[in-house]
């Protein structure tokens, strides 16, 4: 049985660093980095990826009492992870981002269990 992951991606500007967003000084950040008169200031800022990982539904049930999920991001050499959580229906509702240097960069993202044999659920 396949379980689903449930994010929201949102792409736009830049950040320093990837860290868990804090809504009102990161908007205000990239509404001054990004004004009209930076345009040209920095070629190499592509932008940012901000990801919220919400939840997962339908993780094996096989697992009950066993299992620790907990979501892995990855954006090249940026990787990310929330914290595990005991249940096979997770609730997270974290919020991420990574600096885009190239708009072909990808988005990885896998749940694994928190048992040490990194097993992919």
């Known amino acids: ?4 992951l449930n994010v929201i991606v949102t792409i736009s500007g830049l950040l320093d660093t990837k860290e868990e967003v804090s809504r009102l000084d990161e908007e205000e950040k990239l509404k001054e980095r990004f004004a009209l008169s930076n345009t040209f200031s920095n070629l190499e800022d592509v932008g940012h990826l901000q990801v919220k990982v919400i939840r997962a539904v339908g993780l094996s049930p096989e697992f009950i009492g066993k299992r620790n999920p907990f979501t892995v991001l990855q954006v090249r050499n940026s990787r990310v ?3 595990p959580d005991q249940t096979i229906d997770p ?3 974290k919020t991420f981002v990574f600096d885009i240097k190239d708009v072909s960069e990808v988005l990885e993202v896998a749940i694994f269990d928190d048992e040490g044999d990194n097993d992919d659920i």
Do not use: A, L, M, V
């Not at 049985?1 to 689903?4: V, W």
């Open 81 to 83: 992870q929330t914290r």
């Open 1 to 4: 049985k396949e379980g689903k």
């Open 91 to 93: 609730e997270w509702n």
